[in-house]
Structures are given as C-alpha cells and as structure tokens.
C-alpha cells in the first residue's frame, strides 16, 4: 500500500486542507466560499491549503474550466501551497489501492454483468423498492473467480461494508452516525478500470496528507463512505467540517436563474476581489456579533469554526453590492486604483495613459467619489463631469435647484465674481467668501451651494462643494458658472 503517514487528526500538527474542484465548469460562488473557508482556517493556523483538480471525468472536464479555477483562485488572492494535483495523473495509485482493499479482503470482484444489475434494478423498482446490491449475489468460489479472471470476463470492484455505525464529529453538525446497514457494498472500480469518487478522494487525500476536509454538505452521504475506505487502507481519518449550500433569495439552490453565479462574471464586472471574499466568507459563517465589513486581515483574524453554520446561506446580489462599497470606502487607495483604470476605460471616461498622466490629481477624485460609490464603475461614471467640457444639466436637478432661472442666474452671477477674485483658489477663502455673500444677499449658504453644485456637475449630489470646485481647477469652475448662466438666461428657460 502507497500511503504516507499522516498526521493524526487529533494532533497539534498544523492542518492540511485542500479544495478539490470538478473543473466541469465555471468557479462557481459555492466553491469558491468553500475555498475560501479552507484558505482562512489553513492560513490562520499556519496549516497548508493545497489544490486538487479532479479531472477524471474525462467527457466533462475542461481546460477552459481550469483555468477558470486558477484565475479566480488568484483574483480572490486564494494561494495555494505545492503543486496542483491534477486527481486524473493518480489513476496507478488508486488502482494501486483498490487492490490493497482486494487483497485484504475488504472488497470484492462483482462479475455480475450489467444487463443482469438493470434488470434486478428495474424489478425492485416496480415492486416499489429501492435496489440494493446483496452481496450473496457475487460470492464465488476461489475456482469460480480464477476462471472468471482466466476468461477475461469484466467485474467491478465493491467495498465490502462491514457490520456497525459509522459517525463522526463534524466541526459544524456534531456528531453524525449512519448505520452501515444503510450503505450498500458501493463500487470502488468500475468494470472500465476507473475508479469511482469516493476512491480517488479518499486515495488522493491520504497521498496529500490532508487531515481536515472541509466541503460542501452535499458531500455528507459520502462521507461514511469514505471514513470506512480511509479504515480498510489503515489510514487516520480526517477531521471533517460539511458547511452548507448557497441558496437565492428565494430560498432555492443557487443558480443562473438568480444572476451570475460565476466568480469571473464579478471580477470582470469590476468588483473588488476583497469585497468578494468578505461576501463569501459570510456565505455559512458569521462572527457571533454585528460584524459584518471585514477587509482580508480581519476575516484572517476572526474566522472560526464556531461561527459556522448549519443553515443554508443565502445569496444577496444587493448585499454584494453594498459590501463592495464599503470596501471601496475603506481600503488603502494603493489597493483600489488598480480596478479603478479598467472601469473608466470600461465606461469610456478616460484611458489608463491620461489617468496616469494626472496622478495626483485623479487620486484626489477617486478619494472623493470612491466614499460615494458602490462599485468602480459607478465611481467612473460618477467622474464624467471632471473629465467633459461641458456638463449636461439633469433635468431634475434643473426643477429642483434651477426653478426661478433669473435668480439663479443672478446669485451664479455674483458667486462666479467673488470666486473669480479670489488671489488663491482654495477651500476655506472660497467658503469663506460665498458665506459672506450669502449673508450680503440676505439668503441661506445652500441658496448659492446648491445651484452652483448643478453649474459644476450637472447633478444635484456631489463630493462637498469646495472639493469639487478644487477638483475641476479654477479655469474649468468659471467656465461653468458662465455657461450655466448663459444657460439660465437663454430660451431653454424662457
Ligand atoms: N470534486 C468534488 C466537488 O467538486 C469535491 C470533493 C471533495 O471536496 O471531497 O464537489
């Protein structure tokens, strides 16, 4: 047998844990919250995180997949240690194993043909019963088999399933016990020679070392299984953790129907990948109290077992939404400008090369809109009235903060004047002067503020109105006052 020690599972060796994606399709949400689990408890406890790909069905299995895998690993910043396991470069090992299990007689040749199985199968079906394999069925005596072997004929290998319970302490159910009563001698080896899944997981993970499984709760019906083929190799069993399934809003499983459930469909929207993963990790897992923005060193800092749940999670697009704002509110700026860029090149705002070519400034306009945004494409839309030359009024904004056109033209008039003599075009002599003429004119500072944040974006919300004129630059302000004037006084209002 080909089995390296392991560490026990109860030892204080730092864990192994891995994630074993099927890459028989996009990186799905689901999978990409159980990596992440994976990820923080391995990264916590100074354990390993390894990655498996298993690609042994062959048919359903695709590059395009695996790669999707990798790139979304990386843009999550998931890291994995050690190679990639490719589960379909194993094939020797696991035959390797099933024919441990053979000699040790803890499984068994079945050469029952198939067409046999189907019709036993269907019979006990339309007598309304479940189908279970007996294993009487495949008994043969030592001659019978050698001849068998002798003729070529095909079998199958199954798992002789002893008598007892199978349980197990699971760090998010408790304890779990199947009756192996209950489990049928399932298949190890198909008559193909291709091992089944239990086999190849439970080959693989004692190869990789790995001592705790975390997965999904799909899984828990194979996890008996697997704990009886981990005892007949000799191998320790492993701690186990079944986190739950992601459900919609609707409280059905996730899928298309509810948006995109592809980890690439959101980066590639420009979300940011930190917001992802605070998302993610509170897919099935809450810190006990209110806490619910985290950035990566936090959820390092407080992930835990306990905070796991047995409930399904569900999956809120609009809670997506509101996390990545406060992400983007909250993270370094160095973190965010890099999604910054492709958004306004997305949105058509501005190229990477002007963006660059006006650094400081345009940090200054990131750190003023990224407060009021949620994701960096609203940012970049956002930013439109800083980088046109002329601002479209909207038309609500107009109603609301324009109505009486001569007024306003008369206040946008005089606060145009006062800005333009100012000797220095900064924030508090800016405040300072159209307070005064507010009081001058004997009306309130949002009188003057409030049509003059229209003159400037267009828009009746904006970063604080200082801010933007700072933003826009002196000569850029003053136009803008004068066209929103021209504007007032033309026939469009008249
Ligand atoms: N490949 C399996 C899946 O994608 C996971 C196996 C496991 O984690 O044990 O569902």
């Known amino acids: 047998m080909s089995v390296s020690p392991a560490p026990d599972a109860t030892a204080t060796t730092p864990p192994r844990l891995r994630f074993a994606p099927s890459p028989t399709g996009f990186l799905h949400v689901g999978g990409a919250r159980t990596a992440l689990f994976n990820w923080l408890y391995a990264r916590q406890?100074?354990?390993?995180?390894?990655?498996?790909?298993?690609?042994?069905?062959?048919?359903?299995?695709?590059?395009?997949?695996t790669r999707a895998i990798f790139e979304g690993l990386?843009?999550?910043?998931?890291?994995?240690?050690?190679?990639?396991?490719?589960?379909?470069?194993?094939?020797?090992?696991?035959?390797?194993?099933?024919?441990?299990?053979?000699?040790?007689?803890?499984?068994?040749?079945?050469?029952t043909?198939?067409?046999?199985?189907?019709?036993?199968?269907?019979?006990?079906?339309?007598?309304?019963?479940?189908?279970?394999?007996?294993?009487?069925?495949?008994?043969?005596?030592?001659?019978?088999?050698?001849?068998?072997?002798?003729?070529?004929?095909?079998?199958?290998?199954?798992?002789?399933?002893?008598?007892?319970?199978?349980?197990?302490?699971?760090?998010?159910?408790?304890?779990?016990?199947?009756?192996?009563?209950?489990?049928?001698?399932?298949?190890?080896?198909?008559?193909?020679g291709t091992p089944v899944y239990n086999l190849a997981v439970v080959s693989d993970d004692i190869a990789m070392r790995i001592t705790f499984v975390m997965r999904g709760d799909d899984h828990i019906s194979n996890t008996p299984k697997q704990i009886l083929l981990y005892r007949a190799l000799g191998a320790p069993v492993p701690r186990f953790a079944h986190v739950p399934m992601i459900h919609g809003t609707d409280g059905k499983k996730l899928s298309k129907r509810h948006g995109a459930t592809a980890v690439g469909d959101y980066q590639h929207e420009g979300l940011l990948p930190s917001a992802m993963c605070n998302f993610l990790a509170l897919l099935g897992w809450s810190t006990g109290d209110d806490t619910e923005v985290m950035l990566r060193d936090e959820l390092?800092?407080?992930?835990?077992?306990?905070?796991?749940?047995?409930?399904?999670?569900?999956?809120?697009?609009?809670?997506?939404?509101?996390?990545?704002?406060?992400?983007?509110?909250?993270?370094?700026?160095?973190?965010?400008?890099?999604?910054?860029?492709?958004?306004?090149?997305?949105?058509?705002?501005?190229?990477?090369?002007?963006?660059?070519?006006?650094?400081?400034?345009?940090?200054?306009?990131?750190?003023?809109?990224?407060?009021?945004?949620?994701?960096?494409?609203?940012?970049?839309?956002?930013?439109?009235?800083?980088?046109?030359?002329?601002?479209?009024?909207?038309?609500?904004?107009?109603?609301?903060?324009?109505?009486?056109?001569?007024a306003v033209a008369e206040i946008l008039t005089a606060t145009r004047e006062r800005l333009a003599s100012l000797p220095t075009w900064e924030p508090t002599s800016m405040e300072t002067a159209l307070r005064a003429l507010a009081e001058e004119l004997g009306i309130s500072g949002g009188k003057i503020f409030q049509p003059l944040r229209v003159a400037l974006t267009g828009q009746t919300a904006s970063p604080g109105i200082f801010d933007v004129l700072v933003v826009l630059g002196r000569d850029r302000s003053l136009d803008r006052l004068e066209a929103a004037v021209r504007w007032l006084k033309s026939d469009v209002v008249a």
């Open 45 to 65: 406890t100074g354990g390993q995180f390894l990655l498996r790909i298993e690609d042994t069905d062959r048919q359903r299995s695709t590059d395009e997949s």
């Open 300 to 406: 390092l800092a407080r992930f835990s077992l306990d905070g796991l749940q047995k409930k399904a999670a569900v999956f809120d697009p609009q809670k997506l939404d509101w996390m990545n704002g406060q992400h983007l509110a909250k993270l370094p700026l160095d973190e965010v400008m890099p999604h910054v860029y492709p958004a306004f090149e997305r949105q058509g705002v501005s190229t990477r090369a002007e963006l660059e070519s006006r650094d400081a400034w345009f940090r200054t306009l990131v750190e003023l809109l990224r407060v009021r945004s949620r994701t960096v494409d609203e940012l970049a839309r956002q930013a439109v009235p800083y980088f046109v030359d002329a601002v479209e009024y909207d038309a609500d904004a107009v109603s609301k903060q324009w109505r009486d056109a001569s």
């Open 74 to 111: 990386a843009w999550l910043g998931l890291d994995y240690d050690e190679e990639v396991v490719f589960q379909g470069a194993n094939l020797a090992r696991h035959r390797a194993d099933v024919a441990t299990l053979l000699a040790s007689g803890a499984a068994y040749r079945d050469f």
């Open 113 to 192: 043909p198939a067409a046999e199985l189907e019709r036993m199968r269907a019979e006990a079906e339309s007598a309304g019963q479940a189908f279970r394999f007996d294993r009487a069925l495949a008994a043969l005596t030592p001659e019978q088999e050698a001849a068998k072997l002798a003729a070529g004929e095909p079998f199958a290998v199954r798992f002789k399933v002893p008598d007892g319970v199978t349980d197990w302490v699971d760090a998010v159910h408790g304890r779990i016990a199947f009756p192996n009563k209950d489990i049928e001698d399932f298949i190890i080896l198909r008559s193909d």
